[in-house]
T-cell receptor
Framework: AQTVTQSQPEMSVQEAETVTLSCTYDTSESDYYLFWYKQPPSRQMILVIRQEAYKQQNATENRFSVNFQKAAKSFSLKISDSQLGDAAMYFC?????????????FGKGTTLSVSS | KAGVTQTPRYLIKTRGQQVTLSCSPISGHRSVSWYQQTPGQGLQFLFEYFSETQRNKGNFPGRFSGRQFSNSRSEMNVSTLELGDSALYLCASVKRGESDTQYFGPGTRLTVL
């Protein structure tokens, strides 16, 4: 069974600085998708970024980018120019392509605080 | 385009009761998934429905059930509630293509007393 590990329960960053959140996963599959979701205090889960495993190019969405290291099974999220609104819990998620459906396996999350 | 909606947003029940939660997906999305979020276990997949058929199921007891209607709206039911069922229940609708990305609703907060 696949597992997702986020080793940093909490992280902090100052406004305008850069922070990197770590995620590792365990799988024997070669094709899968990876996601980062953000959950602010409102509890609404918001998609931040996604990565297809077959794509070597790291995904980027504005200030958010990933460092996808397939061989190392690592999928870190870099937030540049951090803003107060980035404060939230961030979840890394894995989706197997060898299953019926689109179920996600989530890590335990990293709580990011942003200070001014 | 309206997002995923879930009703009710908050529920308080007592042990032994049953509860039904509702989820309306984004227009055009035909697949709905349910997740349970607790501080101890984190986010766990419950089940997924597509075209009124259960496509996948997580490791939860039979007290947890769901269904999907022809308009893609979905309900989940929990019978004989236990204290440990207190959680945030999240519904997600899936956009086919784009990695089958899941878009989440605001959740229903269930408290079992």
């Amino acid at each position: 069974a696949q597992t997702v590990t986020q080793s940093q329960p909490e992280m902090s960053v100052q406004e305008a600085e850069t922070v990197t959140l770590s995620c590792t996963y365990d799988t024997s599959e070669s094709d899968y998708y990876l996601f980062w979701y953000k959950q602010p205090p409102s509890r609404q889960m918001i998609l931040v970024i996604r990565q297809e495993a077959y794509k070597q190019q790291n995904a980027t969405e504005n200030r958010f980018s990933v460092n996808f290291q397939k061989a190392a099974k690592s999928f870190s999220l870099k937030i540049s120019d951090s803003q107060l609104g980035d404060a939230a819990m961030y979840f890394c998620a894995y989706r197997s392509l060898n299953q019926a459906g689109t179920a996600l396996i989530f890590g335990k999350g990293t709580t990011l605080s942003v200070s001014s | 385009k309206a997002g995923v909606t879930q009703t009710p947003r908050y529920l308080i029940k007592t042990r032994g009761q049953q509860v039904t939660l509702s989820c309306s997906p984004i227009s055009g999305h035909r697949s709905v998934s349910w997740y349970q979020q607790t501080p101890g276990q984190g986010l766990q997949f419950l089940f997924e429905y597509f075209s009124e058929t259960q496509r996948n199921k997580g490791n939860f007891p039979g007290r947890f059930s769901g269904r999907q209607f022809s308009n893609s709206r979905s309900e989940m039911n929990v019978s004989t509630l236990e204290l440990g069922d207190s959680a945030l229940y999240l519904c997600a609708s899936v956009k086919r293509g784009e990695s089958d990305t899941q878009y989440f609703g605001p959740g229903t907060r269930l408290t079992v007393l």
